[in-house]
């Protein structure tokens, strides 16, 4: 049977999947449905009671774990080890959520409720009409709801406006036995708890249908840019950044006023993006004259400089679309992790940064990247959600990428241990906290480098929690594509 439909939702495909990749064939036992109202799916979940249940909207990270339920037993259970995916024996439904895309502004409540296939290029543009903001991600064809279940960060906003999720005022989910809550941060009791939940493992507790969002005003962003320096190879580029890391601890981590963003791409060009918030009161050229004194005392060229060119939030929201729809490949592959700090970090983490994170970046995989990110502020000062996400001040992402067809069995192969070297040298480091995040770790890694339930959401405590949740609305585990499901 076809695989058409795979391909079209799956964005990219884990590496450690990708080898059984040329095994997969549609799966007998899976069936795709397009619901259209809140009610479909609760009578679909009804007539069936015991097939397991997968909901896929945007392709990026939630829905490509879910994606996975299209193919074959035997494929499936090979890309798990113990199963991760669930027990494919038995049928599954494959929720696509594409006719379940309305967007819909409240201007006099400044609300906007997204239904559950929502992308971030909906939601951005219909806030931008109605001059409004959200801490939303940088991919415009991320799943809104998946984004927000699973504790999406925003680098670029996260500090002025907090994490969607701490935006949220209402939930449409649909139980596994069908029934329709809606829930609220004031619903109590067993529904307050699954509120709480849902903010960090909602695709693990049922079917999220829509969301409302309290919006801010989009002054809050004032304005935004670039410098983009060209180190042209490892060398150049170490010097510089390490340099760059020591102004975003100095100058940029101490204030919530404005947000610092630094892009490795694996050229080494280093990108250095700015976001100034409506409580900055410098000059924001001024501001960043040191990354221009470094950039010439490292003697690497900087080759754009326009830090103020983002004149709307909008405008900030939508600067790397077109950056990130260029990443494809036949398939894109790609291993996702991520490091940070919940207080300022050491120069000793600047180091590992520079020196390993960075300066190990695996030069196979020509399409990675590494981000480091200014976060904190109103994040960690908002609502505490169940997601290692908001503990974070400093984090590092190292997004490994590649052309599946471009690359050779034994480089693939070589990636992997090298990606496994990089990690296993971050656990060493005692300041660091390393796969703490639900929308950046990799979730189908190796036992021994797999994040604990503690790490993912946030704390013992509410993981304990999740999985208390977990067992009194999901205990026959329909929801089982959720990426960390495992641990619940």
């Known amino acids: 049977m076809s695989m058409d439909w795979f391909k079209d939702k799956s964005w990219s495909i884990s590496a450690n999947k990708e080898a059984i990749l040329h095994e997969c064939k549609r799966s007998a036992s899976t069936t795709v449905v397009y619901p259209k109202t809140t009610e479909d799916i609760s009578e679909l979940l009804v007539s069936d009671k015991e097939a397991a249940v997968a909901v896929v909207c945007g392709g ?107 935006r949220v005022v209402k939930i449409e989910i649909v139980l596994a036995n069908g029934t329709v809550k809606n829930l609220t941060p004031d619903s109590s009791g067993d529904d307050g708890e699954l509120f709480h939940a849902c903010l960090g493992a909602g695709s693990a507790m049922g079917v999220v249908t829509s969301l409302t969002f309290k919006m801010d005003v989009a002054t ?53 993006n700015f976001m100034f918030y409506d409580t900055f009161s410098g000059e924001a ?19 754009a400089d326009d830090v103020t060119s983002h004149k709307t939030w909008f405008d900030a929201a939508s600067s790397l679309w077109d950056v990130i729809a260029g990443l494809k490949g036949t398939p894109l592959v790609r291993v996702d992790h991520c490091i940070g700090t919940s207080s300022l970090p050491s120069e000793e983490v600047l180091d590992f940064v520079v ?30 959600l169940p997601s290692g ?72 405590s509410n993981y304990d929690m999740v999985q208390k949740v977990k067992q009194t609305f999901d205990c026959t585990n329909r929801f089982r594509f959720h990426p960390f499901v495992h641990l619940l």
Not at 377 to 384: D, F, P, S, T
């Open 389 to 460: 996400n908001v503990n974070a001040i400093f984090f590092a992402d190292m997004i490994v990428s590649y052309d599946g067809s471009s690359v050779s069995s034994l480089d693939k192969s070589s990636i992997k241990n090298e990606v496994h070297q990089i990690i296993t040298d971050a656990k060493k480091q005692s300041e660091l906290m390393v796969d703490f995040s639900g929308t950046h770790s990799q979730s189908d890694d190796p036992s021994e480098l797999l994040p604990n339930g503690a790490e993912i959401f946030g704390s013992q």
């Open 220 to 272: 809050s962003f004032t304005t935004g840019g670039s410098i983009v320096v060209a180190c042209a190879n490892k060398t150049s580029a170490k010097p510089f950044l390490r340099r760059a890391l020591q102004y975003m601890k100095e100058f940029v981590l101490s204030t919530a006023s404005c947000s610092m963003e630094i892009v490795i791409i694996s050229d080494f060009t280093v990108i250095c």
């Open 60 to 166: 990026h990270s939630s829905s490509n774990v879910a994606a996975w339920a299209y193919v074959s037993e035997a494929a499936a259970a090979a890309a798990e080890d113990g199963g991760q995916d669930g027990d494919n024996t038995s049928t599954t439904i494959i929720l696509d959520m594409k006719n379940m895309s309305s967007v819909t502004v409240d201007k006099e409540a400044s609300e906007v409720t997204v239904g559950g296939g929502s992308i971030v290029r909906q939601l951005a543009k219909v806030c931008a009409e109605a001059g409004c903001a959200l801490p939303i991600g940088t991919g415009d064809t991320i799943g809104v709801c998946g984004f927000t279940m699973n504790g999406g960060l925003s680098g670029s906003f996260g500090k002025r406006l907090g994490m969607i999720g701490q």
């Open 355 to 384: 020196d390993k994170w960075v300066g190990d970046l695996v030069e196979k995989a020509p399409l990675s990247l590494v981000e480091i990110r200014s976060l904190g502020g109103a994040a960690i000062e908002g609502r505490k």
């Open 285 to 303: 050229s001024s501001f960043v004259q040191q990354v221009r004194d470094d950039a010439q005392e490292c003697n690497v060229p900087i080759v």
